[in-house]
């Protein structure tokens, strides 16, 4: 995956398969700490502790079970290249959360591409789920909220091609205010 949306399309996939009805994508840009932290939460129907041992391996393989996907160690991987820390906790009928520290300056540390972008094509795919999106950096937030989006709307869809267009500019106005890095 060659920037840090692409994950993120990658990682909330799993949530809506997972039957997730909240979906919290949260990016902190921490100079101070050289962190650049993407977490991605769900309340999806989470993971037995079992799979959840094995979901960051991508050689674990047993008899029984079949082949895992390659999602999350491919994050994994791409957070820990920069010195970075990866972590997972989910628990069964209540959730899941995906946490991923780059280190922020390493020259390996993905730009973050096509954000903007990646929140209305979910948006637009899964008009059902309250997507939260907050993305911090030292001067300041930017939050995007599907459910308040949807009470400005006064009844008109938020999948219409002029509201997701409108929307896409909203979010890259909005994050260029707070000048994120890319
Ligand atoms: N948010 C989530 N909620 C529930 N289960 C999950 C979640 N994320 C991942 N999983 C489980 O972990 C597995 C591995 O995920 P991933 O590495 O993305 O590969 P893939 O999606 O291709 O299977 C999934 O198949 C699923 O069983
Ligand atoms: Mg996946």
Redesign the pocket.
């Known amino acids: 995956m060659k920037d840090i949306s692409m994950h993120i399309m ?2 909330a ?3 809506i ?2 039957g ?1 009805g909240l979906l919290e994508i949260i990016i902190n840009e921490d100079i101070d700490n050289d962190a650049y932290t993407v977490i ?1 939460k ?1 309340n ?4 037995p502790e079992e ?1 959840l041992k094995k ?2 391996d991508p050689f674990t393989t047993t008899r029984t079970t079949r082949r ?7 994050l994994k991987q791409n957070v820990e290249r920069t010195g970075g820390t990866f972590s ?1 906790e ?1 628990k069964e009928g209540a ?2 959360t ?1 946490e991923a520290s780059f280190v922020m300056m390493h020259p390996d540390r993905l730009p973050i591409g096509d954000i903007a972008g990646t929140i209305v094509l979910l948006t637009s795919a899964n008009p059902e789920l309250t997507i939260i999106y907050r993305h911090s950096t030292n001067t300041g937030d930017y939050e995007y909220n599907t459910t308040e989006i949807n009470s400005t709307l006064d009844g008109i869809s938020i999948t219409e091609p002029s509201v997701i267009r409108f929307l896409k500019e909203v979010i890259d106005e909005n994050l260029q205010s707070i000048g994120i890095s890319r």
């Open positions: 990658d990682i996939q799993n949530s398969t997972a997730a991605i769900d999806g129907k989470g993971m799979l979901v960051t895992i996907g390659l999602g999350l160690p491919l997972i989910s959730g899941t995906v």
